[in-house]
């Protein structure tokens, strides 16, 4: 049974910073892709990055976060990580880890097999 466990979510004032954590257990972790995705009140679940499994290379990000947010893996313990530098009020969001059987790190939240329960990060003005 995979399970994806995310933490590190919280209240921080803008400009402030956050690192999210994600353990995954019951797969294949370092073949898997893993992404970070978020969903903020009344919109939908939209890509924040990802990373690819041992197979390929990359590590897409989403226009909105780059050069603020890095997406990291440790394939030792299993956890994936997304650091968050420069927050603004529009990163107020539910910040879901998700997992692929595939290494490829895909964009699209359709294409992903597991998923976290999520994690609140709320960025005060």
């Known amino acids: 049974q995979v399970q994806l466990v995310e933490s590190g979510g919280g209240l921080v004032q803008a400009g402030g910073s956050l690192t999210l954590s994600c353990v995954a257990s019951g797969m294949a972790f370092n073949r898997a892709a893993m992404g970070w995705f978020r969903q903020a009140p009344g919109k939908e679940r939209a890509f924040v990055a990802a990373?690819?499994?041992?197979?390929?290379?990359?590590?897409p990000v989403a226009n909105s976060v780059r050069g603020r947010f890095t997406i990291s893996r440790d394939n030792a313990k299993n956890t994936v990580y997304l650091q968050m530098d420069k927050l603004t009020p529009e990163g107020t969001a539910v910040y879901y880890c998700a997992g692929r059987g595939e290494s490829w790190p895909s964009p699209d939240s359709s294409t992903y097999d597991y998923w976290g329960e999520g994690t609140q990060v709320t960025v005060s003005a």
């Open positions: 990373i690819t499994g041992i197979f390929t290379s990359g590590t």
